[in-house]
């Protein structure tokens, strides 16, 4: 608008000249760029300046940027795009399930951990309640509830976190001195609060000591009033049967791995690195 009250005073002379002008500058840049971007703006601005000239008369003679197909196209996509959003629904696919059926296919997941989508769709049925099988399974996806075989399935993870509080581990591990000695290091850990109990150490791990170890654990467990029911560890030659039998007595249940040296874990390591600092300053001293 502020353009064309712009040019409502020029001479028709002096616009013939800015016309050449500008034709010129045009025939430049056509030989410089190739395709050029326009943006919605632009395209919606020059279909609408040009839609009133004749196509074949005087359209196709102007140096246009674009083909006066391209003009068109812009300005027909200009003049559907309301149309389209108009007559386009306002949600797209299937109405979605009624509040009470999907308050009562979670119900029914919640109330019955063994059962699958299929049977709550066959209870839904029953009950006169027309849904699809499918639909069941999107319901209990969306509100994040696994399936039937994964909520009646307890993982080696969440039995852990259940029962921290009631896990010990123990295990031996070696270490060497200054002087060349190597020393043998019983480690007990708790899972809950992930503390290392050292009960001791020696270069002649016999089947007396070992047992001792277990006693003063044991002791030590009872002063600090833990409430301990497992005790795991590996079938290391090094543990007599002796040593099961003192937490056994205590009511502690001990249990052995599948394997005789499991991999320890990063923060038993981390925990035997530091038992061997320990011991090599014990030693120095």
């Known amino acids: 608008m502020f353009t064309l009250m712009r040019l409502l005073p020029i001479s028709d002379r002096d616009k013939n000249a800015e016309i050449l002008a500008l034709r010129h500058q045009l025939a430049v840049l056509q030989r410089q760029i190739d395709k050029p971007k326009l943006t919605w703006p632009d395209r919606a601005l020059l279909a609408a300046l040009l839609h009133p000239l004749p196509r074949v008369r005087l359209l196709r003679q102007l140096p246009l940027i674009v083909s006066p197909d391209t003009v068109l196209r812009w300005h027909r996509d200009l003049l559907r795009r309301p149309h ?95 002087t060349g000695a190597t020393l043998y290091v019983l480690a007990v850990i708790e899972h809950a609060t992930q503390r290392v109990r050292i009960p001791g150490a020696t270069a002649h791990p016999s089947a007396t000591w070992v047992t001792q170890l277990a006693r003063n654990t044991v002791m030590d467990l009872q002063d600090a009033d833990a409430k301990v029911k497992f005790l795991t560890r590996d079938r290391d030659a090094r543990y007599p049967a002796s040593f099961d039998a003192v937490p056994q007595a205590e009511g502690i249940e001990v249990i052995q791995t599948g394997i005789r040296k499991p991999r320890r874990n990063a923060m038993m390591e981390r925990w035997a690195r530091s038992c061997r600092t320990e011991l090599l300053d014990r030693t120095l001293v």
């Open 84 to 178: 389209a959003k108009a007559s386009r629904p306002k949600r797209l696919g299937r109405p979605r399930t009624v509040r009470s059926i999907r308050d009562l296919v979670l119900r029914l997941a919640r109330e019955n951990s063994s059962w699958g989508y299929r049977r709550s769709h066959g209870e839904l049925a029953a009950l006169g309640i027309k849904i699809a099988a499918g639909t069941v399974w999107n319901i209990l996806k969306e509100h994040g509830i696994d399936p039937a075989l994964e909520r009646d399935h307890t993982t080696w993870a969440t039995f852990l976190r259940s029962q921290a509080q009631a896990i010990l581990a123990a295990d031996f591990f070696e270490t060497k001195t200054l």
